[in-house]
Structures are given as C-alpha cells and as structure tokens.
C-alpha cells in the first residue's frame, strides 16, 4: 500500500508493493493532476471537467483570458482589479427623483457589470462634471442591481453633489456590503436636480467598482 507524502498528501511506494511502475506513476499522476493550474476554454468546460472541485484548486480560463480559484463554494477571481465605465456626453434633467437616462445624452444607461467578490464588498466610486442652472445643487450616485433587482438605490448620501451654476468636478466613494457572493451585479449611474425648476447639467461621467479581498 503506497504511503503519502506528509504536506502534499502525494502516494509513493512502499518496498513491499508489488513492482508495478505504471500503476505507481498513475496514481501520483492523478494525484497531482488537480493541483496543477488547469487549463479550460471557458467556464462550461471547467465545471463540466471538474464536478467535484476541492479548496484551492486553480483553473486558467481562455476566455475571458482570467485565472481563477475555488474557494471552497465557488471560483472566483485570482486577484480581481476594479471595473470602470466612462461617459464624455452631456446630458441634462430636470427631474428630483434619480434617472439613469439623461437628455441630449448617448450612450445611457452609463453602467458597469461586476461579480460580487468572496468577501461580498466593492468599493463604489462615482463622479462627474456638473453644474445647475440656478443656485441650487445637482447629484450623481448609482443604483446597484444584482440581476434586475435593485439592491442598493441611488441615494442623496451616496452622491456626487455639485452646487451652483459654475461647472465643477465632484466624485464620492462608499463601501457596499453584504452582496451576495459570486452574483453577476450591474452598478448604473442615476443622476438628479434639486428642484424642478433648475436643469442639472453633466458630462465627463464615470463609475467604478473596485472590489475588496
């Protein structure tokens, strides 16, 4: 009976085995065949190759070109960096209630797709240039959906709020929490106007998502 190697839990012979080599290099191939950095074409491939996968295992993707591990419960990312999506058209509303579609704009709704990471935290940035037509303020935040369900809406507390009739660049970020992991989010930029009676301007738009490990 072949004993294990004491870290990697890798089998080799024992002097009283019967001497059969291709067994004995079989068993330590399939042995290290799943610690290796296995190489897929895409997501469908791996999981119908690998049905059973173990913590820590490691997978290559060819598309979309990312290397991923299992956690445990499910891949994610090796390293994930942000995503970002940008805006440079200008757009207009005079509505006080969020809208994600501007007028005058292209290119609405500005948003940004992302996977919630393991620890089921991203960091949202969001930003603009803007100004009012009157004395009164402007507001750019971000609706959060996971699928079509909103799970964070844009709020007042979240924004980018330029004030005034002179054009301004403002930015803010927040942490959001509590996603669930591994699900497919959209982050979507909402803007506003104070009162209806001052038409809010923006261009130069921007949403980021930088998730936290």
């Known amino acids: 009976m072949s004993l294990l ?36 074409a895409d997501a469908a491939t791996r999981d119908a190759k690998i049905t059973a996968p173990v913590a820590g295992m490691l ?10 591990y299992y956690t ?5 990312l090796v ?11 200008t757009g207009t509303t005079t509505s ?3 809208v994600e579609t501007l007028t005058g704009s292209t290119g609405d709704p500005t948003a940004v797709s992302f996977t919630a ?11 603009a240039r803007g100004n009012s037509s009157a004395a009164t303020s402007c507001f750019v935040s971000a609706n959060v959906r996971l699928g079509t369900t909103v799970t964070s809406a844009a709020a007042d507390t979240r924004a980018a709020v330029v004030t005034g009739t002179s054009a301004a660049s403002a930015h803010t970020q927040y942490q959001l929490t509590g996603l669930t992991v591994g699900g497919a989010y959209t982050a ?22 930088t998730p936290v490990m």
């Open 5 to 40: 190697t004491p870290l990697g839990n890798l089998p080799y012979p024992q002097s009283t085995d019967a001497a059969n080599v291709p067994l004995h290099i079989q068993s330590l191939a399939e042995a290290v065949d799943g610690r290796t950095v296995l190489r897929f």
């Open 59 to 68: 997978a290559w993707l060819t598309t979309p070109g990312r290397l991923y």
């Open 72 to 76: 445990g419960t499910l891949w994610a």
């Open 79 to 89: 390293s994930p960096g942000p995503v970002h999506k940008a805006n440079t058209t």
């Open 96 to 98: 006080t209630a969020y």
């Open 117 to 127: 990471p393991p620890s089921g935290t991203v960091l949202v940035s969001v930003g």
């Open 188 to 209: 979507t930029l909402a803007y506003k106007s104070a009162v209806t009676t001052s038409t809010a301007t923006f261009t130069n738009r921007f949403v980021t998502i």
